[in-house]
């Protein structure tokens, strides 16, 4: 049982890049599913989560209009478009699962997750 996020890179300011958070042992279909990062020397930060059973999306105010969460079930993935990137948005990038009644406190909040996948690094240059 697995959850792994990948597609990261090094990227311009201003260009795009596509995350994927792909599970592998179990189904994504009744989980929320949380994107969260850490750069160096910060914590680690609530990116975005959207919800299993209504896709209702939340995002951080950072990244609000430029970052899109989104999901397919057949693909058991969960993708992180992220456009119009900045410098600031360099970070290692998690994705994270939860099917509680607390899910999407816990993808907010950053703790009491089912499953906390493996990062990818994104780098934006200038």
């Known amino acids: 049982v697995q959850l792994q996020a990948f597609g990261g890179g090094l990227v311009q300011a201003g260009g795009s890049l596509r995350l994927s958070c792909a599970a592998s042992?179990?189904?994504?279909?009744?989980?929320?599913i949380g994107w969260f990062r850490q750069a160096p020397g910060k914590e680690r930060e609530f990116v975005a989560n959207?919800?299993?059973?209504?896709?209702?999306?939340r995002y951080a105010d950072s990244v609000k209009g430029r970052f899109t969460i989104s999901r397919d079930n057949a693909k058991n993935t969960v993708y992180l478009q992220m456009n119009s990137l900045k410098r600031g948005d360099t970070a290692v990038y998690y994705c994270?699962?939860?099917?509680?009644?607390?899910?999407?406190?816990?993808?907010?909040?950053?703790?009491?997750?089912?499953?906390w996948g493996k990062g990818t690094q994104v780098t934006v240059s200038s």
């Open positions: 042992g179990f189904t994504l279909d009744y989980y929320a």
């Open positions: 959207i919800d299993w059973s209504n896709d209702r999306t």
């Open positions: 994270a699962a939860d099917r509680s009644p607390w899910a999407t406190s816990h993808l907010m909040l950053g703790y009491g997750m089912d499953y």
